[in-house]
């Protein structure tokens, strides 16, 4: 009984690792910006950069978006998160910590997307509701997001990404220092069940 048990405690415990954090290198101290996926401003009126900056909100670094590129996205993305792992009603904790300015019409989204096979996305949000409404100093920002109710939805995984923004009037701007990312499921129905019969046999031992 008692390998019984510990063979059930061990496989809640493996299920509920394999939920870890979803994201790679969220908090950039790689010191570089391995782990995310750049899209750059490509109207060319302009110029927009990432790269890892020593204004770190914790640690050493942190990553940095600029772009000054007239009416244009700038866009960095953990992208496809997770794929084949996840569950239709499972919540999705986004975290992460950030601050930036902008200029005439220059703002920051953060956005969520479910991916979908072959390619394409479901159920795309922007988890603030609008801008990120952000300052010269580092704030943190949390959101749980529920999963849609079709898994096909996600079967591709699903991303979190910062659209670094520009209007169209002269001198907009707009920059993104973000720091401390994580992406982090609920336990998936594995770990649940696996934790469910640990309860059940303990039950059944002390009766």
């Given amino acids: 009984m008692k390998t019984s048990i510990a063979m059930i405690s061990a496989l809640a415990i493996s299920a509920g690792a394999a939920q870890a954090q ?3 290198n969220g908090n950039f101290e790689a010191g570089d910006t391995s782990g995310w996926v750049y899209f750059p401003s490509l109207d060319g009126n302009g110029t927009s950069v990432f790269n890892v900056t020593g204004d770190a909100s914790e640690g050493s670094f942190a990553g940095f978006v ?21 569950s239709a009603g499972q919540t999705i904790t986004v975290s992460f910590d950030a601050k930036g300015s902008a200029a005439n019409g220059g703002v ?17 949000q922007i988890i603030t509701g609008g801008p990120l409404a952000l300052t010269d100093q580092y704030q943190s ?4 997001i529920t999963l849609s109710g079709d898994t096909a939805n996600f079967n ?3 991303t979190l990404q910062f659209a670094v923004v520009t209007g169209g009037a002269a001198g907009s701007f707009s920059e993104l220092f973000v720091d401390n990312v994580q992406i ?3 336990p998936g129905a594995a770990a649940a069940f696996g934790l469910a019969g640990l ?9």
């Fill in 156 to 158: 591709n995984g699903i």
């Fill in 66 to 86: 600029s772009n000054s590129d007239l009416a244009s996205s700038a866009v960095i993305k953990q992208a496809n998160l997770g794929a084949g792992q996840l």
């Fill in 22 to 24: 979803l994201e790679q």
């Fill in 199 to 207: 309860a059940a046999t303990r039950r059944r031992r002390s009766a």
């Fill in 141 to 144: 920002f949390s959101f749980d």
């Fill in 108 to 124: 920051v989204f953060a956005e969520f997307f479910e991916e979908i096979l072959p390619e394409g996305v479901s159920n795309g």
């Fill in 184 to 186: 982090t499921p609920a």
